[in-house]
């Protein structure tokens, strides 16, 4: 079982930046798959970033150059460094996690948390 915790989102002005932080319980946190995803009002949700157990990166096309996945083992948490934000970022975010990474990217991950709301004003 893993309970994974947002935190980070809040409200940005265009051009500005945010780092959200998922917070993982657990003890096997280096093995899962990691993966990030945003849902906008009356959209359905989709697939942002996700990182393996071995740090390999994906990202959607809409947020390459501008946002970065990373994680730390030893602190069992993953970000997303959010750099020129754009209105259309505007979302909630959540964290997911899974053994594997197509299940992840594909928006099937196992374990879900919360959601932390990000708005980005122009």
């Known amino acids: 079982q893993v309970q994974l915790v947002e935190s980070g989102g809040g409200l940005v002005q265009a051009g500005g930046s945010l780092r959200l932080s998922c917070a993982a319980s657990g003890r096997t946190f280096s093995s899962y798959v990691m993966g990030w995803f945003r849902q906008a009002p009356g959209k359905e949700r989709e697939f942002v970033a996700a990182?393996?157990?071995?740090?390999?990166?994906y990202y959607a096309d809409s947020v390459k150059g501008r946002f970065t996945i990373s994680r730390d083992n030893a602190k069992n948490t993953v970000y997303l460094q959010m750099n020129s934000l754009k209105p259309e970022d505007t979302a909630v975010y959540y964290c997911?996690?899974?053994?594997?990474?197509?299940?992840?990217?594909?928006?099937?991950?196992?374990?879900w948390g919360q959601g932390t709301q990000v708005t980005v004003s122009s």
């Open positions: 990182i393996s157990s071995g740090s390999s990166t």
């Open positions: 997911a996690a899974d053994s594997i990474t197509r299940t992840v990217v594909l928006g099937r991950a196992e374990y």
